[in-house]
T-cell receptor, first 116, second 111 residues
C-alpha cells in the first residue's frame, strides 16, 4: 500500500519556468491538500480539495494553481516560478465522513523545489 | 478554524513521560483534535486524534477535558527517537476541512 506518492522528489527551476507537482493517493480518500514548508517553519496550506470536483484556496495560494484530476490525483502548478517559492512541498490526503476509523492526514514524502 | 497555542519547545530525558498541552479556546462543536509528529526532512505523521475524554493507542494518549478548550498529548517513556516537532491541530476533519499548522512544539530528548 503506497499511500501518498509525490513526484518529483527534487527539482531545480529557473525563475520564470513553470512546472507541475504531481500527487496521487491509493487510499480512496475524499480530501487532498497541498502544503509548503520553509526551513525552520511550520507547514502552510496552499490549496485543498475537500472532495473530487472542488478546490479551495488556503493560506498562501498566490502563484499556484491546482487541479483535482480525479479522486486519486491532485496536482499543483507553478506557472512562473519565483525564488520565493523555493520550499518543500507536501501533499496529503484524508478520509471524510463515513470513511473512518479516524480522519488523520497521510502525507507524502515531499518535493524539494529550488528556484534560482 | 480554531487557533491553537502550544509551547515552542520542551526538553526531556529518555524514559520520562512527556506531556504537551495545547490550548484551543475557540474550538467548534464539529472540531476534532489531531496531533502529528514530524522528523527533519519528512512529512508529518499522524499520531492520535480525539473528540472528547481520553483516547489511547500504541503510541500515545490524548486527554481532552469536558470543555474541550485544551488537550494534552502524553508520550510514555520517551526515547531519543521521539525527538521531533509535534503539532496540535483542530478542525472539522470529518468534512475535509483543511487544517492550519502552527509552529508546533520541538521536543528534544536526551540520554
Amino acid at each position: 500500500n503506497a499511500g501518498v506518492t509525490q513526484t518529483p522528489k527534487f527539482q531545480v527551476l529557473k525563475t520564470g519556468q513553470s512546472m507541475t507537482l504531481q500527487c496521487a493517493q491509493d487510499m480512496n480518500h475524499n480530501s487532498m491538500y497541498w502544503y509548503r514548508q520553509d526551513p525552520g517553519m511550520g507547514l502552510r496550506l496552499i490549496y485543498y480539495s475537500a472532495s473530487e470536483g472542488t478546490t479551495d484556496k488556503g493560506e498562501v495560494p498566490n502563484g499556484y494553481n491546482v487541479s483535482r484530476l480525479n479522486k486519486r490525483e491532485f496536482s499543483l502548478r507553478l506557472e512562473s516560478a519565483a525564488p520565493s517559492q523555493t520550499s518543500v512541498y507536501f501533499c496529503a490526503s484524508s478520509p471524510t465522513r463515513t470513511q473512518g476509523p479516524h480522519y488523520g492526514y497521510t502525507f507524502g514524502s515531499g518535493t524539494r523545489l529550488t528556484v534560482v | 478554524l480554531a487557533k491553537t497555542t502550544q509551547p515552542i519547545s520542551m526538553d526531556s530525558y529518555e524514559g520520562q513521560e512527556v506531556n504537551i498541552t495545547c490550548s484551543h479556546n475557540n474550538i467548534a462543536t464539529n472540531d476534532y483534535i489531531t496531533w502529528y509528529q514530524q522528523f527533519p526532512s519528512q512529512g508529518p505523521r499522524f499520531i492520535i486524534q480525539g473528540y472528547k475524554t481520553k483516547v489511547t493507542n500504541e503510541v500515545a494518549s490524548l486527554f481532552i477535558p469536558a470543555d474541550r478548550k485544551s488537550s494534552t498529548l502524553s508520550l510514555p517513556r520517551v526515547s531519543l527517537s521521539d525527538t521531533a516537532v509535534y503539532y496540535c491541530l483542530v478542525g472539522d476533519v470529518q468534512a475535509g476541512t483543511a487544517l492550519i499548522f502552527g509552529k508546533g512544539t520541538t521536543l528534544s530528548v536526551s540520554s
